[in-house]
T-cell receptor, first 111, second 112 residues
């Protein structure tokens, strides 16, 4: 298994632009999580899905952030419009009841 | 989920055992202790988990006190590649889809 796949690995964009981050979870895992990591705030849970349904989005910082999971093998996290304070590493993870498996992350820089 | 307390940083000599403590005095009876680590610039990685018995796997050992209010993660022969931030998390196993709330963790530096 290739593990959790995220794309792109790096994204540099300008303030105001739309950013879409993508995640492919491990096949057979029913839960998917999006996290954000910054030096100031550490690792924060943004949202998680169970069986493709959003269960808890209380960590989503603002309405500029949205996440979807149209099927069991794909999820997106969108930021529109992006701001410099959104610069961070965004991790996706999927869960198999015992442990979470994290992807390599997307490093987002908003200029 | 119960709150955990970990020292912010620790050093360990290469080849020696690294003992990382975690306090979780408010842990509930059905909450497990999980350990993850994050090597620089990578996603967190699961290490081990336990309920009340000591656990060992190929990566580490987990020692949980009898009252379950604290635990210690042991890396028996630390290598430079074990330099990472180690997170102790307590949660009900399988609850909320496996949701994890990360604290600040312990930054372990393994030195030659």
């Amino acid at each position: 298994d290739a593990g959790v796949i995220q794309s792109p690995r790096h994204e540099v964009t300008e303030m105001g632009q739309e950013v879409t981050l993508r995640c492919k979870p491990i096949s057979g895992h029913n839960s998917l999580f999006w996290y954000r990591q910054t030096m100031m705030r550490g690792l924060e849970l943004l949202i998680y899905f169970n069986n493709n349904v959003p269960i808890d989005d209380s960590g989503m910082p603002e309405d500029r952030f949205s996440a979807k999971m149209p099927n069991a093998s794909f999820s997106t996290l969108k930021i529109q419009p992006s701001e410099p304070r959104d610069s961070a590493v965004y991790f996706c993870a999927s869960f198999d009841y015992n442990e979470q498996f994290f992807g390599p992350g997307t490093r987002l820089t908003v200029l | 989920d119960a709150k955990t307390t970990q020292p912010p940083s620790m050093d360990c000599a290469e080849g020696r055992a690294a003992n990382l403590p975690c306090n979780h005095s408010t842990i509930s009876g059905n909450e497990y202790v999980y350990w993850y680590r994050q090597i620089h610039s990578q996603g967190p990685q699961y290490i081990i988990h336990g309920l009340k018995n000591n656990e060992t796997n190929e990566m580490a050992s987990l020692i949980i006190t009898e009252d379950r209010k604290s635990s210690t993660l042991i890396l028996p022969h630390a290598t430079l590649r074990d330099t990472a931030v180690y997170y102790c998390i307590v949660r009900v196993r399988g609850d909320q889809g496996g949701k994890l709330i990360f604290g600040q963790g312990t930054e372990l530096s393994v030195k030659p």
